[in-house]
């Protein structure tokens, strides 16, 4: 008799401790399947219709104020296309720490635009600019803390990132024209992952 109430007893225990974020839980792609590393997805709101565009290096259009144009500068924002069929640029995942496949929650990972043959703009890794507001850049070092990055489940239909030093969620803010990448709590980037099945064609920018 003991032994069955201790046994229900945990899993109930079990049964509380199994909702949202699980750590170790295999993140999938919109189609169910494995996330892997190596491998090339984009990334989309998971919200349609609504600036519902990929992921990519911006600037998306050129501001054509500052400093760093994009003429003679290397972009380097991670911004969400404002074009809500564009895909994006895709991204490759890795575990930061040492080697995860598939890749699972709350693990360690770096995050790069895959651009194929970089031979100028070769700066691809994702890193949380740590300023007033922390933008996420693509001046990253794979091998340094502030480039690593966690997936965490943010619903049942979507998946946020979470910046690994600070534990702040990736938000979405508007400015200067272009929906940019940030730590931010107030609009999380609610964040499906779809698996680009093209071959060899990429984007040289
Ligand atoms: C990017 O290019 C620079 C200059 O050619 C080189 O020093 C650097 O190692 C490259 N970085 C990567 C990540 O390929
Ligand atoms: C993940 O990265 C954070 C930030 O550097 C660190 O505090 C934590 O220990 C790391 N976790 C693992 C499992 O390596």
């Known amino acids: 008799m003991k032994v069955v109430l201790l046994i229900s007893l945990v899993h109930l ?3 509380i401790s199994t909702p949202c974020t699980n750590a170790n ?3 999938r792609d919109t189609k169910g399947e494995l996330v892997r590393p190596g491998t090339k997805y984009y990334v989309m709101s998971a919200i349609r219709g609504f600036y519902g565009g990929g992921v990519r290096r911006g600037p998306t259009y050129n ?14 924002e991670v911004v969400q296309s404002l074009d809500d069929e564009d895909k994006g640029m895709p ?14 929650e709350s693990t360690n990972l770096t995050v790069r635009f895959s651009i194929r043959n970089p031979l100028i703009c070769n700066n691809t890794v994702w890193k949380v600019e740590k300023g007033e507001i922390s933008f996420l850049s693509t001046n990253g070092n794979p091998s340094k803390a502030d480039a690593w990055f966690q997936i965490k489940r943010n619903n049942e239909f979507s998946y946020k990132f979470v910046d690994s030093a600070s534990n702040s969620p990736v938000g979405i803010t508007l400015y200067n024209g272009e929906r940019r990448l940030v730590l931010d709590t107030n609009e999380i980037f609610q964040a499906v ?6 071959d060899g064609i990429n984007s040289i920018i």
């Open 63 to 76: 501001a054509n104020s500052g400093v760093c144009n994009s003429d003679y500068c290397c972009p380097y």
């Open 91 to 104: 991204i490759i995942l890795e575990g930061a720490v040492s080697k995860v496949d598939p890749i699972t």
């Open 13 to 15: 225990l079990l049964a």
């Open 193 to 198: 992952f779809i698996k680009d099945t093209r």
């Open 25 to 27: 839980e295999p993140v």
